[in-house]
């Protein structure tokens, strides 16, 4: 028997994470024509995971890649709650790596939708 939905959750949950690393992939490259390096992807740490750590300068952003089927739903994508895990993580990030901590850190997200260009926003949160 097969009844709807049985079966379901684990197959869109996997289609949702490789969607969600194509839309960090494609963030990425976005930040790298940009003139960023990335020094983290999909950064797991004891506090949260990092999407991306790019550095520019003496700038390193701690970027979240939020991706939506629609354009319209992406302005409010980043909650206060996933704020506050990603100011903890980059906080751990840069009590691991001390040469970043001589950084000014910011914290910026990257929205992609399909058939877009990713949208970067720099510094959209203040910790």
């Given at each position: 028997?097969?009844?709807?939905?049985?079966?379901?959750?684990?197959?869109?949950?996997?289609?949702?994470?490789r969607?969600?690393?194509?839309?960090?992939?494609?963030?990425?490259?976005?930040?790298r024509?940009?003139?960023?390096?990335?020094?983290?992807?999909?950064?797991r740490?004891?506090?949260?995971?990092?999407?991306?750590?790019?550095?520019?300068?003496?700038?390193?952003?701690?970027v979240?890649?939020?991706?939506r089927?629609?354009?319209?739903?992406?302005?409010?994508?980043?909650?206060?709650?996933?704020?506050?895990?990603?100011?903890?993580?980059?906080?751990?990030?840069?009590?691991?790596?001390?040469?970043?901590?001589?950084?000014?850190v910011?914290?910026?997200?990257?929205?992609?939708?399909?058939?877009?260009?990713?949208?970067?926003?720099?510094?959209?949160?203040q910790?």
């Amino acid at each position: 028997m097969t009844g709807k939905g049985t079966g379901n959750g684990s197959e869109k949950r996997r289609r949702a994470r490789r969607a969600g690393l194509r839309a960090e992939t494609a963030a990425a490259w976005f930040l790298r024509c940009k003139g960023y390096r990335i020094e983290a992807k999909n950064l797991r740490t004891p506090l949260g995971e990092i999407d991306i750590a790019a550095r520019r300068g003496g700038t390193l952003a701690i970027v979240e890649v939020k991706r939506r089927p629609d354009a319209a739903d992406l302005g409010s994508a980043v909650t206060a709650a996933q704020q506050r895990r990603l100011v903890n993580a980059a906080g751990w990030l840069l009590s691991a790596r001390p040469a970043l901590a001589r950084l000014t850190v910011r914290f910026d997200v990257v929205l992609v939708a399909p058939g877009r260009l990713p949208l970067h926003l720099p510094n959209a949160w203040q910790a």
